[in-house]
């Protein structure tokens, strides 16, 4: 289902959802790269794969998002952005 064809009144929260969920992926991703980060010493081809698996869920997640429209794509995104002011946070 396309978001345009919404009707109004699911667009609000559905809206609401997407930069939830955009957080929620931000949060997978950048759990990743710091646990990437410290599987790179002892295991540098898991850390490859780790790495090229998160990019792929990244890309189908944002592709099936994209699916629904540009608002959608952006609140996920705005999301994403979020995560990683959030795991930049807790790192320092």
Same mark, same amino acid.
């Given at each position: 289902?396309?978001?345009?064809?919404?009707?109004?009144?699911?667009?609000?929260?559905?809206?609401?959802?997407?930069?939830?969920?955009?957080?929620?992926?931000?949060?997978?991703?950048?759990?990743?790269?710091?646990?990437?980060?410290? !599987?790179?010493?002892?295991?540098?081809?898991? $850390? @490859?794969?780790?790495?090229?698996?998160?990019? +792929? *869920? #990244? %890309?189908?997640? !944002?592709?099936?998002?994209?699916?629904?429209? $540009? @608002?959608?794509?952006?609140?996920?995104?705005? +999301? *994403? #952005? %979020?995560?990683?002011?959030?795991?930049?946070?807790?790192?320092?």
């Amino acid at each position: 289902m396309s978001f345009a064809s919404l009707p109004d009144v699911l667009k609000g929260p559905d809206l609401l959802l997407h930069l939830i969920v955009g957080i929620g992926i931000g949060r997978f991703y950048f759990y990743g790269v710091w646990r990437t980060a410290n !599987l790179i010493q002892k295991r540098p081809s898991a $850390a @490859l794969m780790s790495t090229a698996l998160r990019f +792929g *869920l #990244l %890309a189908l997640a !944002l592709t099936c998002t994209a699916l629904e429209g $540009a @608002l959608p794509l952006l609140l996920t995104a705005l +999301g *994403l #952005l %979020a995560a990683r002011h959030m795991a930049l946070r807790a790192a320092s």
